[in-house]
């Protein structure tokens, strides 16, 4: 079994310094592969929950943190269920019980300076080309991350560029987190407010962990040792590049600076409109047992409600996978791993 999904959530953090282009999985990897497989919903607890569970609980909130595993095609096949069914039942003209409310989409996948450009594509002010041209998406948001634009879109709903601009988190990365101060204004509004939130122990504990896992990972692919005859007077098979992991505690800071930054743009639309229901989209490691961007949006916004829906690819979807301490989260849909990128590509190492 392969590393919790945590850990496939978390990398993108640890490296900051890896283009983002690298970061895709899946070179090679065709789309008739990439498709969503079963999956088996669950309560924090482990007892058996449903879709229609989870929609009946986004009612009763103000957030819904919906963590991801970036390569699990099933995960982003449910995210965009969730965002239909939450529009369906809360917030359309059709809504059976009550008035409808505004339903905006969060996403970790696009940075805040892009929010403009965001809105003009969205308002049809732009082409399509234009706005990926500017807006440096995400890899594969064909197939992961289009879906849910496409339909804000068409139902008009608000959607929340809101992830610090990656070159901000790798100067933390380099120089630490008082680094920020030398920005100018335009550079700071699209960052939390300076000086932004400290991570929590138990987030601290979780990232120690997660770091850990990492160092005995590296070096590895589908299990085996990544030979690199390039190399091979560096050190033995499998070692760490020198200096991977140079300045770990900025590396959480930068962590911290995107959970901070997400959770302030969150709170700024809910400041705009206090009825709304905001669907947030992003890598499980954030939100995992309740701490990274839900602790940070307690910090700006005091009582606000919400539920976690952990998004978990395992080896088996009927086996639930119990947090390590505590719980996933409010709801665990566990996916099946097989159908992941990381999987196909194993499978095509093996053949």
């Given at each position: 079994?392969?590393?919790?999904?945590?850990?496939?959530?978390?990398?993108?953090?640890?490296?900051l310094a890896t283009?983002?282009?690298?970061?895709?999985?899946?070179?090679?990897?065709?789309?008739?592969?990439?498709?969503?497989?079963?999956?088996?919903?669950?309560?924090?607890?482990?007892?058996?929950?449903?879709?229609?569970?989870?929609?009946?609980?986004?009612?009763?909130?103000?957030?819904?943190?919906?963590?991801?595993?970036?390569?699990?095609?099933?995960?982003?096949?449910?995210?965009?269920?969730?965002?239909?069914?939450?529009?369906?039942?809360?917030?359309?003209?059709?809504?059976?019980?009550?008035?409808?409310?505004?339903?905006?989409?969060?996403?970790?996948?696009?940075?805040?300076?892009?929010?403009?450009?965001?809105?003009e594509y969205l308002?049809?002010?732009?082409?399509?080309?234009?706005?990926?041209?500017?807006?440096?998406?995400?890899?594969?948001?064909?197939?992961?991350?289009?879906?849910?634009?496409?339909?804000?879109?068409?139902?008009?709903?608000?959607?929340?560029?809101?992830?610090?601009?990656?070159?901000?988190?790798?100067?933390?990365?380099?120089?630490?987190?008082?680094?920020?101060?030398?920005?100018?204004?335009?550079?700071?509004?699209?960052?939390?407010?300076?000086?932004?939130?400290?991570?929590?122990?138990?987030?601290?504990?979780?990232?120690?962990?997660?770091?850990?896992?990492?160092?005995?990972?590296?070096?590895?692919?589908?299990?085996?040792?990544?030979?690199?005859?390039?190399?091979?007077?560096?050190?033995?098979?499998?070692?760490?590049?020198?200096?991977?992991?140079?300045?770990?505690?900025?590396?959480?800071?930068?962590?911290?600076?995107?959970?901070?930054?997400?959770?302030?743009?969150?709170?700024?639309?809910?400041?705009?409109?206090?009825?709304?229901?905001?669907?947030?989209?992003?890598?499980?490691?954030?939100?995992?047992?309740?701490?990274?961007?839900?602790?940070?949006?307690?910090?700006?916004?005091?009582?606000?409600?919400?539920?976690?829906?952990?998004?978990?690819?395992?080896?088996?979807?009927?086996?639930?996978?119990?947090?390590?301490?505590?719980?996933?989260?409010?709801?665990?849909?566990?996916?099946?791993?097989?159908?992941?990128?990381?999987?196909i590509e194993c499978?095509?190492?093996?053949?």
């Amino acid at each position: 079994m392969r590393l919790p999904s945590l850990l496939a959530t978390a990398t993108t953090a640890v490296f900051l310094a890896t283009p983002l282009a690298a970061q895709d999985s899946s070179p090679g990897v065709g789309d008739s592969s990439y498709v969503a497989g079963d999956y088996q919903v669950y309560s924090g607890d482990g007892t058996a929950a449903s879709i229609d569970d989870i929609v009946a609980a986004m009612a009763t909130v103000d957030v819904v943190f919906i963590g991801e595993t970036h390569d699990d095609p099933t995960g982003h096949f449910l995210e965009v269920e969730l965002l239909r069914r939450a529009y369906q039942t809360i917030g359309s003209d059709t809504t059976a019980e009550g008035e409808p409310r505004s339903v905006a989409l969060s996403l970790e996948f696009f940075q805040r300076d892009a929010q403009p450009i965001l809105d003009e594509y969205l308002a049809g002010l732009i082409t399509e080309k234009a706005f990926l041209a500017a807006s440096r998406p995400w890899p594969r948001y064909d197939t992961d991350y289009r879906p849910l634009i496409e339909f804000a879109k068409d139902q008009d709903l608000a959607v929340v560029a809101g992830n610090a601009p990656r070159r901000y988190a790798n100067r933390v990365t380099r120089l630490g987190r008082e680094s920020l101060n030398a920005l100018g204004p335009g550079a700071l509004a699209t960052l939390a407010p300076l000086p932004y939130g400290q991570p929590s122990k138990a987030y601290r504990d979780q990232w120690i962990q997660v770091i850990m896992e990492v160092m005995e990972e590296e070096g590895m692919k589908c299990g085996k040792p990544i030979i690199d005859s390039t190399q091979a007077d560096s050190g033995a098979a499998g070692d760490p590049p020198p200096s991977a992991h140079g300045n770990m505690g900025n590396q959480l800071h930068s962590q911290v600076l995107w959970d901070a930054t997400m959770a302030f743009w969150i709170n700024d639309h809910l400041v705009r409109r206090p009825d709304a229901l905001v669907l947030h989209m992003v890598g499980s490691f954030h939100v995992a047992r309740g701490t990274g961007i839900p602790e940070q949006l307690e910090r700006y916004r005091p009582g606000t409600s919400s539920i976690i829906v952990m998004m978990r690819a395992v080896e088996d979807i009927n086996t639930f996978e119990a947090a390590p301490s505590g719980t996933w989260g409010d709801f665990v849909i566990q996916t099946d791993e097989s159908h992941t990128l990381e999987a196909i590509e194993c499978r095509g190492e093996e053949g």
